[in-house]
């Protein structure tokens, strides 16, 4: 099943999601649900064992070739978020006529109310990406200066990297303290003295970055909100709803975890990843989620990241090729050596990396963003109707 | 020897005079080339020989072994590059401002420009000019970085101008409530009137346009497009930001915009559309000319720059849209999500050309996303009607079998919901997904279906209601009165066109089975006591039937004129019906009596209603007026 196919389709998917639904229901219920029950709690534990196993996967990719954090990592979990969601959506379709049923109407609605808190961090993350895109403009004007046709690398290219590269310091600091750089938005327009040095800009111009979340919003506090309340159903929740208490469980778990990854790997406002996760190890997919959260804590903890914007694996490489062709500029003495030349390049050459994977990569990955968006949007919709039609019994 | 030396200084003044008064390199040739004439001893070929070997970047070998034509022309652009060099320097220490001096504007301009050419003269290498090359770039690049300052500035300098001073008196139809503008600070665009959105916004004074082309020109020959394209973006986002801040609108997450009480949501909506018109049709497309002015003939820069400045605003405000979109769906919020749908929706025209290019169609996409949203809701707030309806409570009887409140609301309701009714046609089609654009006028359409389907839950919530009245008679009354009422609301709306006359036929049979209904509950009764089937009874027989007449009349008099007919004609109807029913056989009865009595007179006696007695009493049923049973 495509994750990602809802961009630029044209199909109204409401009657896309219908076909799917029917399609899996003809599936699940080959002799018309003559033994609804169990085809149903079938359905259910193959739902925590799907889940459990996409975990592990994402567990094991980040062991293996790919890098916990990288963009592919963090695209292919939003990919299992859209997964697990499309499932869930399933079950909740299927078991429509108690949705309405206490205690399972609080349950849904606290998973929907967590969905529209995650609507905003969603949002939160797009603007990131879009600040990652302006860090990647500076990156590219360092390439198309140090660019490897340029014959020699004179003083004049240098400086122009260099230039960027301090203008990209800058940016990446200044989302750090957001509040004080925001606090200039008020100035007069104009106004300003009009320096002369090249660094008169420092502090002034440079908020890469016009956040479409109010200026108070906290990244962190929203993701305790989504975490408010979150415990594992009790053993009669259980039964007086018909096992839907798990999965609204696990589903709230994963929309949690990933909600809280993508704050961790991509920079937005007030960061914070001290939201206390827990789910009981009885469940399959607890296992791997949570070895996954410990290994981003222990990733944010590391000296080298503490700092960091984000702990995207491309938002480290940005900061340790800049670091060390800033550095290595600065220690230069022209005409350059040759060894010294090569050293640039070797820096370029990484650089140009970098920026490879974030073109390739990031206009996917703020396609997905908004794809989990208005999956959330629909799967709410959707158990709202389902509930509305239930409570009338025609 | 102190000839030489006195050649050599005369030689070297030479050259300074001519570097001093040509401003340019043809300039200082020309200059040159004058002083060559004048005496032999400043030939051509002694300035350029000794330059060259004065040069700083000279090394010595390399040019003596050169062929005489290589070292001459690198010898002349040493020169050029010398020249432009103390130009540029001396624009580059200048403390203020070169673009506060058009003079000096030109002048800096066109050294950037013989730089440029140098360079391009120096490219492909030939050998021996790498040094040239390398200082001509260090030299552009300090060009460039004073470009850039200048270009910011420029920008900065203009946005808190007067280009966007409000050209009329009086307040702003956009106005910002919260917002308190102070004195000069007063820039909010305005639109006299509302409707005409063909405004342009100049944000910046023509001349500064013209300026900035200028620069980037030069900035995207030098290969430096995408400083320009960043520092425009740095520069006048803030300006655009403002411009949408000044509208009343505030940066709104979903969870706000949950929490929000509709009505101030309502008054942010209303904000909202007027923004968002401002917005798409005013300042994104003043923007999009602003980029293309100044970057004309510089693509893709002129669409880097744009998307820059707008995508933050853009993406904001149909945010907000979304969040709406989502929330609760109380039937009262219809009408304006309705105005938001079809906001966005008559948008889409004018955004296909602003957002036609790699870096900003996404915002296309957005839109149409966003008016998908809006539509989903409205269907939902349409369930959700349907949903209320259904559970509306049988409580307490509306007192005479009047009409009942939901009747009005769901009538009325639908009725303005249909001053929208081509907007709901189509967001119901986009529901089911209907190739075909659907004919509006069809009953058969999915509005209609959905309209039709209302009226069926509303008739089957008035049916329930109508039981917890103890007569069945007034049940039929609260039936008729409901049902009347429908028939007329639908008759003089476009509800009319949807549910179709069909629907309207069924609707009145309906209205006429309940009266006959009425009629049997009430009368039948009455009528069964006065017919006597031809065979005439004894008179202590008549008697007691017209006693038993009379109990019952005053009965249903007593109760019924206490009922309510709101309706005028209906309650003519009903009272011809009634007394068609009733006259003739209580005249009949009489006649029959009176012809049984032993004397007129006896029978008189308990004659208490002539004939034209109960007419008069049948005329006063309905008025709501009498004591209720």
Redesign the interface.
Known sequence: MPATDY??SS??F??IGRSILSLRRDQLHPMDGHDGGTSQEQELEAFQRHVADLFLELSSSAAGGEDLLSLSWVRKLLDTFLICQEEFRVILFDSKGILSRAPLDRLISDFFERG??A??VC?AI?DGI?QIRQWK??L??VL?ALHPSH??L????L??AR??LTDLTILMLDEKEAGSVLNH?NR?????S???D?N??QGR???????????S?SAAR?LQ?INNNLSAPRGNEIAATNGLAVPVFTMSSVLLFVMWALVAAIPCQDRGLGTHFSAPRSFPWAAPVLSLHERIVEESKKKDRKNSNGLLKEIHQIERCTRQLAELMDSVQFPLTEEKEAEVRRGVQELAEVCDALKEGLDPLERQVRDVF?RI?RS??EG??SI??S??PE | MASENGEDKLLAAVRHIAKTLGRTETMADDILQIFSTFDGRLSREKLSEKQHDDGSLGDGGGGAVAAGDDRLSLSSMNRTLRYLDHQISRFVALDRLIWSDSADASAFLEAVDDLLDTIHDLDPPAPGNKPLLDRADDLLQKCMLRLEDEFRSLIERSDGGSPLDAPAAGSSPFDSDGENSDGDDVQVPVAHPVKDYDLIIDALAPGTVSDLHEIARRMVAAGFGRECAEVYALAHRDFVEESVARLGIRHRTAEEVQGTPWADLEDEIARWLKALNMVFRILIPSERRLCDRIFTGLSPFADLAFAAVSRASAIQLLFFADAVAIGNRAPERLFRVVDMYEAVRDLFPDLDPLFSDQYSTFLRTEAATVSKSLAAAIRGIFMELENLIRRDPARAAVPGGGLHPITRYVMNYLRAACASRRTLEEVMEEDTGTASPPDPDRPSSSLAVQIAWIMDVLQGNLEVKSKIYREPSLSCIFLMNNGRYIIQKVRDSELNVLLGEEWIRRQMARVRRWGNEYQRATWSKVIAVLRTDGATGSAKAMRERLRVFNAYFDEIYRAQTGWVVADEQLKAELRISVSELVLPAYRNFLGRYRNAADSGKHAEKHTRYSEEDVEARIGELFEGTGKRS
């Open positions: 961009q630029g199909t109204p409401a009657s529209v808190k609507l905003d949002n797009r879009d403009k500076h590219e004007i198309v014959r020699t004179g003083e004049g290219q400086r122009r230039k960027a938005r007069s327009f104009g106004r300003g009009h320096g002369k090249t008169h800009h111009h440079f908020r890469s970055l016009s956040w479409s979340v109010s200026r919003w929203q909100a208005h949007v709410r919709t709202l109707d509305s039609r409570n009338n």
